[in-house]
């Protein structure tokens, strides 16, 4: 290419001064978003395992127990992986099954302490996850004050 074929444009644009900064991606997964990370990783594999081998062994014992069990692992999956990938749209996909599981606490320990009949056997939720050490209940408030933290930084 000769200098008489060139068009005069720059190589590339000089940067603006005023151009607004893109905002950083906040890490969910780091600080204390990572002891988050290895509750939720840990209490998934437990719900799961537990699940599918109660579902496997005996599934007529007690069906809404492992069923629920099923769906806390699937929630604890989902949050650990949004705390992974970080982000404002997951973080807000975390917020929102932060408060689902909350709520599933709740409604549950509430159920089999109102109605333990219903509960043949217990569940990850089960008197608001007692046989877990209160964790269950812990878990989504302290992952809700966490994200929301998260959005101020």
């Known amino acids: 290419m000769r200098d008489t074929d060139r068009t005069g444009a720059p190589a590339s644009p000089a940067p603006q001064p005023d151009a607004p900064r893109q905002k950083q991606r906040f890490e969910l997964g780091t600080g204390p978003g990572r002891v988050l990370v290895?509750?939720?990783?840990?209490?998934?594999?437990?719900?799961?395992?537990r699940s599918i081998v109660e579902m496997i062994l005996d599934f007529g014992k007690a069906p809404l127990a492992y069923v629920l069990s099923?769906?806390?692992a699937v929630v604890y999956g989902f949050i650990t992986y949004s705390l992974v990938r970080g982000g404002e749209t997951a973080r807000r996909?975390?917020?929102?099954?932060?408060?689902?599981?909350l709520a599933g606490v709740l409604i549950v320990g509430t159920w089999t302490r109102l109605e333990p009949s219903a509960f043949p056997d217990s569940t990850v939720w089960s008197e608001f996850g007692m046989g877990y050490l209160f964790i269950p209940?812990?878990?989504?408030?302290?992952?809700?004050?966490?994200?929301?933290?998260?959005r101020n930084v």
């Open 70 to 72: 099923a769906v806390a």
């Open 93 to 101: 996909a975390a917020l929102v099954c932060c408060a689902a599981e």
């Open 137 to 150: 209940v812990i878990l989504p408030v302290t992952g809700m004050i966490w994200l929301r933290h998260a």
């Open 38 to 49: 290895w509750f939720y990783g840990v209490f998934t594999v437990a719900a799961a395992s």
